[in-house]
T-cell receptor
Framework: AQRVTQPEKLLSVFKGAPVELKCNYS??????LFWYVQYSRQRLQLLLR??SRESIKGFTADLNKGETSFHLKKPFAQEEDSAMYYC?????????????FGKGTKLSVKP | DSGVTQTPKHLITATGQRVTLRCSPR?????VYWYQQSLDQGLQFLIQ???????AKGNILERFSAQQFPDLHSELNLSSLELGDSALYFC??????????????FGPGTRLLVL
C-alpha cells in the first residue's frame, strides 16, 4: 500500500532549538518525495523535494531508502517557521501524477 | 494573480443539496488536481484532469464528478451532500501530467460546510 506517515501531529520547540519533522513512507516502486508547507492563512506551497538535495529556508531533508524515511531538519528553528508541514510522495514513472500526503505536523516555534 | 484560483472561498449548504466548486489553473498549466482535506482523513486525492481529459482517479465518491473545460478551468460537482462531505477542497495545477520533478501549485481552497 502507498502511504505516508507523519507520526507527530504537533511539534513544539523553542527558538534556536533544532527541529526534526519525521516522515516515513511505504511505496512499492521508486518514489519522489516532497515537503509542502502551509503558513497561517496562506496556501500550501512546495518547500523542497528530495531530488534537489538543496536547503530551503535552512531546512534540509534526506531520502533514506533503507529506512523509507524523509525527515525534515533545521538546526536552529525560527518563529517564522511555525506552520503546518506535509510530507508527500509521488511515484516516478507512474501513470498518475497525484501526490500522496501525510496527515501533517504542526510546528510551533516559541520565542 | 497568475496563481491557482478557486471560488468560492466558503460555502455553506444543507444535506441533500448540490454544489459546484470552481478552479482556474496557473497560466500555461494543463493539469488540474482536486484534493479533499478533512480532519480525520487528511489530504486525499480525488481526481486529475489533463488538457480536458480525465487522467487519474483517486478516492472520489460516485456522488462527486468533475470536468475540465476548453479554457482549462475545472469544476468539481458535489451532489446529495452529506454531513461528512464538510471539508476543505483544494485544487492544484501543474504544467504537464505530473511527471518527474514537476511541481504542483495549490489554490487557496474552498471550505465547504454541510449542515
Amino acid at each position: 500500500a502507498q502511504r505516508v506517515t507523519q507520526p507527530e501531529k504537533l511539534l513544539s520547540v523553542f527558538k534556536g532549538a533544532p527541529v526534526e519533522l519525521k516522515c516515513n513512507y511505504s511505496y512499492s516502486g521508486s518514489p519522489e518525495l516532497f515537503w509542502y508547507v502551509q503558513y497561517s492563512r496562506q496556501r500550501l506551497q512546495l518547500l523542497l523535494r528530495h531530488i534537489s538535495r538543496e536547503s530551503i529556508k535552512g531546512f534540509t531533508a534526506d531520502l533514506n531508502k533503507g529506512e523509507t524515511s524523509f525527515h525534515l531538519k533545521k538546526p536552529f528553528a525560527q518563529e517564522e517557521d511555525s506552520a503546518m508541514y506535509y510530507c508527500a510522495l509521488r511515484g516516478i514513472g507512474g501513470s498518475q501524477g497525484n501526490l500522496i500526503f501525510g496527515k501533517g505536523t504542526k510546528l510551533s516555534v516559541k520565542p | 494573480d497568475s496563481g491557482v484560483t478557486q471560488t468560492p472561498k466558503h460555502l455553506i449548504t444543507a444535506t441533500g443539496q448540490r454544489v459546484t466548486l470552481r478552479c482556474s489553473p496557473r497560466s500555461g498549466d494543463l493539469s488540474v488536481y482536486w484534493y479533499q482535506q478533512s480532519l480525520d482523513q487528511g489530504l486525499q486525492f480525488l481526481i486529475q484532469y489533463y488538457n480536458g481529459e480525465e487522467r487519474a482517479k483517486g478516492n472520489i465518491l460516485e456522488r462527486f464528478s468533475a470536468q475540465q473545460f476548453p479554457d482549462l478551468h475545472s469544476e468539481l460537482n458535489l451532489s446529495s451532500l452529506e454531513l461528512g462531505d464538510s471539508a476543505l477542497y483544494f485544487c492544484a495545477s501543474s504544467v504537464g501530467v505530473g511527471g518527474f520533478q514537476e511541481t504542483q501549485y495549490f489554490g487557496p481552497g474552498t471550505r465547504l460546510l454541510v449542515l
